[in-house]
């Protein structure tokens, strides 16, 4: 009797044995399922300057979630938007190439009948092939008529916000056509409320996060705020120590919190990747059309050291802030000086997502894990700076050459244009042309310019 009691109880042991081996099998390979199908969040801000982040240096305005995402991931000191202006800045990051191969080097407005080619392979889009949910929440800017353009025919499941900048309205811009709200291909607001945006983007946001049960998601946040006119509701108003562009911010670091907070509740915190950038640098010297109903020129951001602003291509115009976090995979307090783009968003994250980087044309982006992860230097040797169609300035290490004649206030009308040289590892602001001191710097980046001009078909100066 206890003989046959011994081997029951032996086949009730080696079962359970066997039930435990197989749950564990199978919660392993939903971690394998998931390491391999990572959630990614971009958050892009608009005309977001340099200095506009606490942990970027600015005094008074006060970003202690931006902060603490920047402690719990990296931040990137040497990030570059591709160009210093919105259309195709967007381009850049959303097919990982410089927006002159795309033919969208430009700014798109309320009339434009155009958008980003239908045969360009978006980031959404090649992660929807994956299996992911995507949505995107905020300004589009890449094309809305015909209907083909506009983000839920680009690879995006769901769309909520404006189709372009929110100041393509009188008294700022001389258009018939109404901004509106939109849902998907449906306008659902006008006039639209701007002041509580960015709070209606990220309970979006949260929402989608929420419904993904499982499901590998791409969200994109492409913030309507800070352009100008920046406006914040009545919560976050008078709130920083810095003003209104303060405020509006301060409401930024508040949605990012918002949406970390709700990665941890959701238990999904350490199989995402979030990333917080921006478009380009802050819109100073503002033009006559904008100083009006309210607008000051102090309602724009800081450059902090950097010279130049949107619209240029000093680096203030281009190098923007970046952090990135991912828990367990991208090591935490590190901080970057690197060269790295928004175009190596794309090439990063369609890699991390396990899929194939189009083959079939020019990809410029590059896959830039390794460094995120601590393990090497960032495979970005040189950036080429464009200004639309016109190549103005290339980086190699710490060198940066510029054969511009725009935004430089040494050279007359008929004059020449003269190399810039400067080297930005001790002298960011770049005040400093020591090109006649480095004849071979300019010889061999001048040879790197001209050749990648001609390959592209860009414009130069003379």
Known sequence: MTENMNRREFIRLLGA???????????SADQDSQTKHPNFIVCFADDMGYGDLSSY??????????????????RLTSFYAVAPFCTPSRVGLLTGRY?????????LGPASKRGLSTSEVTLAGALKKRGYRTMAIGKWHLGHDPEEYMPTSRGFDSYYGLLYSNDMIPPWVKTDKPLKLYRDTEPIEHPVEQSTLTERYTNEAIKFIRSAKGRPFFLY???????????TSERFSGKSRAGLYGDVIETLDWSVGRILETLKSEGI?????????????????????????????????????????????????????CIMRWPGRIPRQQISEDIATTMDIYTTIITAAGGRIPSDRTIDGKNIMPMLEGKAPSPRKEFYYFRSNNLEAVRQGKWKLRLARHARTDLLPREPVTPELFDLEVDSSERYNIAERQPEVVKRLSKKFKAFAEELEAKVAK
Not at 17 to 27: D, E, F, K, L
Not at 57 to 74: F, K, N, S, V, Y
């Open 17 to 27: 044995g066997i039930a435990s081996y197989s749950i564990c099998g199978a919660s």
């Open 57 to 74: 240096g600015h005094p008074t305005i006060r970003t202690p979630h931006l902060d603490r995402m920047a402690e719990e991931g990296i």
């Open 99 to 107: 927006p002159i191969r795309t033919g969208l080097y430009y700014n």
């Open 221 to 231: 946040m492409p913030h309507s705020m800070p352009h100008l006119p920046v406006s």
């Open 269 to 321: 915190d350490e199989n995402t990747l979030a990333i917080f950038t921006s478009d380009n640098g802050p819109w100073l010297n503002l033009p006559a059309r904008m100083l009006q109903k309210g607008i000051e020129p102090w309602h724009a951001g800081s450059p902090g050291p950097l010279r130049g602003s949107k619209g240029n291509t000093y680096e203030g115009g281009m190098r923007v802030p």
